[in-house]
């Protein structure tokens, strides 16, 4: 992550001020409840949502417990009936996730987008020019609703954010979504004016918005390519107009939350193991078996050595899905831990998307026949070789690592290649890679839980493929859920399959 230090130290003066502004918005007038002030610049309203988006995404809950554990980049020390996907204590999460991006940050990109559209929109020009402030928070909301479709499937999306107008939204079908967000998409990098001035209070680009530009562009072609398994022709006019409109071309343009080395505003893994004392995950025996069969230089970042037992000096990752007796009798320092870089750094960032999976998923545009200059495999190469300039390995160690034979692209049996790099390379953005298995189905790399019915989920056997839709949903818009879940393969169950997956789960270990 060291390439992405300079961005960071960039952009922390600003947070720190933004906050700083954002935390005092409505003080001056003294017959004004503080905490509701009457007009909050969208620039306040900007660096609110940005935050709070990050923080949801990367916490001990959605990411740690849920994410890095379904993508198998963690297994658990001390709860392993989370590895067994059995979340019966946990409900909470599903509920928690749910309310917080629905009633936060998405509140916050539709009142800019209102704010903006209105007859009182001169009064914010100062938070940057209109047509970008609504590119920002429209890209932004496509980022937030890519998530929550790609944990649920449907979800209420047109009739969702009406407040009191209506408490009680319709779901929209995925495929449904998916096509709208990549309407929106298009709409917002074309509204999109370098010469005007840039979105204010942008924590990600500083207000840079030929970097919005690229970022819109590649989420975009995120977009595009996940959905080419059912819809080739949307994902290639899509990912054709992404390509020519301009993607990422570097690591500089990656798209990156930077926390900062001060409370409150510091990376929520790293106020969960240090402030507040947790080691409840580990590096999972998936991950890590994958890197010592490779050779993989990117080890010391992701993890570090046992330092006592059998493995003592060497990586070796936990094992999936143990009871809890067997896990809890397994010292700390007998296997790998989530390394410093990544769970004990106050400022370690947050990413929404970075460089590398855009030559990852050119690689797979490419294999696909479509309008993508080079071959796939420079692509592919190209994709590894950013990941490992991102978490700083040095350029011999690249050079040694693209020559493992394992590494050697495959284009024979590409979906194989592609996958298990992008999921290598998308380490600590646990959603992300949890869709990337679910997409590329890549074999013998993820396990099924050692302790088969050991715990209660079902066919606990496989990975899973969704969430169940939050306890809060079945208590107060039920009918409506009902009919999402109706629209699933298998109703509102774990295994029932994206719109988007179309292939067969690949074996497990």
């Keep these: 992550m060291k390439s992405f230090s300079k961005n960071i130290k960039a952009l922390a003066a600003g947070f720190a001020l933004s906050m700083m502004a954002a935390c005092t918005a409505g003080f001056e007038d003294a017959n004004t409840n503080p905490y509701e ?32 554990l379904v993508s198998q980049f963690w297994a658990q020390n001390d709860y392993p009936e989370e590895s067994h996907y059995d979340w019966g204590g946990r409900a909470s999460m599903f509920n928690n996730t749910w309310n917080r991006y629905y009633a936060r940050p998405l ?13 009182e929109a001169a009064s914010y020009v100062a938070s940057g020019a209109p047509e970008n402030q609504i590119a920002v928070a429209t890209i932004l909301r496509v980022w937030v609703f890519q998530n ?16 009191d107008e209506n408490k009680s939204p319709e779901y929209d079908s995925q495929e ?15 509204m999109i004016d370098e010469d005007q001035l840039g979105m204010q209070g942008d924590l ?18 995120r977009m595009a390519m996940r959905i080419s398994d059912v819809d080739a022709a949307t994902a290639k006019t899509n990912a054709e107009a992404a390509i020519k409109g301009g993607l990422m071309t570097s690591n500089d343009d990656s798209a990156i939350f930077p926390y900062l080395n001060a409370a409150p505003n510091q990376n929520p893994l790293y106020d969960n193991r240090i402030n507040g004392g947790r080691n409840d995950f580990a590096p999972s025996e998936a991950l890590i078996e994958v890197m010592n069969t490779l050779n993989d230089p990117r080890r010391p970042m992701y993890a570090t050595k046992a330092t006592t037992g059998e493995f003592a000096g060497q990586y070796k990752g936990m094992t999936y899905g143990l009871t809890r007796a067997a896990v809890t009798a397994i010292p700390l320092s007998a296997t790998s831990q989530p390394s410093d870089e990544v769970e ?4 370690a960032p947050g990413f929404f998307l970075k460089y590398d999976e855009v030559e990852f998923n050119l690689a797979h545009a490419k294999e696909l ?15 590894i070789e950013a990941s490992l300039e991102a978490w700083g390995v040095n350029s011999l160690f690249i050079s040694a690592y693209l020559a493992e034979d394992g590494v050697a692209y495959d284009a024979a049996d590409w979906r194989q ?14 959603q992300e890679g949890w869709s990337t298995y679910r997409q590329y189905d890549f074999r013998g790399v993820l396990y099924a839980p050692v302790e088969q019915g050991a715990f209660t989920s079902l066919a606990n056997s496989a990975v899973p493929t969704r969430w169940t839709y939050p306890a809060d949903e079945g208590n107060l818009n039920k009918a409506n859920m009902d009919a999402g879940a109706a629209m699933l393969d298998e109703g509102d169950k774990l295994f029932s399959k994206m719109w988007w997956d179309l292939y067969p789960a690949a074996p497990l270990k």
Excluded: C
């Design 37 to 68: 002030p009457e007009e909050v610049p969208t620039s306040y309203l900007m660096t609110n949502a940005q935050k709070t988006m990050m923080d949801l995404t990367w916490d001990e809950w959605q990411n740690a417990r849920m994410g890095m």
């Design 107 to 119: 509140r916050d990109f539709k009142e800019i987008i209102d704010l903006l559209s209105g007859e």
């Design 148 to 163: 929550l479709t790609d944990i649920w499937g449907p979800v209420p999306y047109t009739e969702a954010l009406k407040g």
């Design 176 to 190: 449904f979504i998916y096509k709208s967000l990549l309407e929106e998409l298009a709409d917002a990098v074309a």
């Design 204 to 221: 990600v680009f500083g207000g840079d918005m030929a970097k919005w530009r690229k970022f819109g562009n590649s989420l975009r072609l």
């Design 344 to 347: 004990a750094r106050a400022d």
């Design 369 to 383: 026949g479509w309008a993508v200059d080079g071959s796939a495999a420079e692509h592919y190469y190209a994709g």
């Design 417 to 430: 290649s592609i996958g298990v790099q992008k999921w290598l390379a998308q380490y600590m953005q646990g």
